[in-house]
């Protein structure tokens, strides 16, 4: 039996196909790990034993230039973030923050 030349088209479609959902199952498990990253670390600066602890982050990445960070409320913490940003070589074009309490810090920047 003979290949119609159809036949061969749908093989190699079929095979594309393959690779691109291997490609995106690649790409989500990659951005599953970047989600649950430290987005930055702490400076070592003069303060309390309780300032100095690491805060414990959730920072999302949507899309590509958007972060979402909810963190314990620190002093200076903002400003850390947005020199990180700064050695990523990300400048901040907006951010929009919001305080829940005394205690938690909702951040989302747009960064480019």
Known sequence: MDKNPD??????????MN???E??????EK??????EPL???GEE???PEEQRLPEIEAKVCKQNILKI??????GLMVKIFLELDKLNL??????????????????ILAE
Do not use: N
């Open 40 to 42: 930055l670390p702490v």
């Open 23 to 28: 490609r995106v199952k690649t790409l989500e």
């Open 19 to 21: 690779e691109l959902e």
């Open 7 to 16: 036949d061969s088209d749908v093989g190699d479609f079929i095979k594309h």
């Open 70 to 75: 909810q963190c314990e409320k620190r002093k």
């Open 91 to 108: 400048d901040v074009v907006s951010a929009s923050v919001a305080q829940f309490g005394s205690f938690i810090l909702d951040a989302t």
């Open 46 to 48: 003069e303060s309390s």
């Open 31 to 36: 951005a599953a790990r970047q989600t649950t």
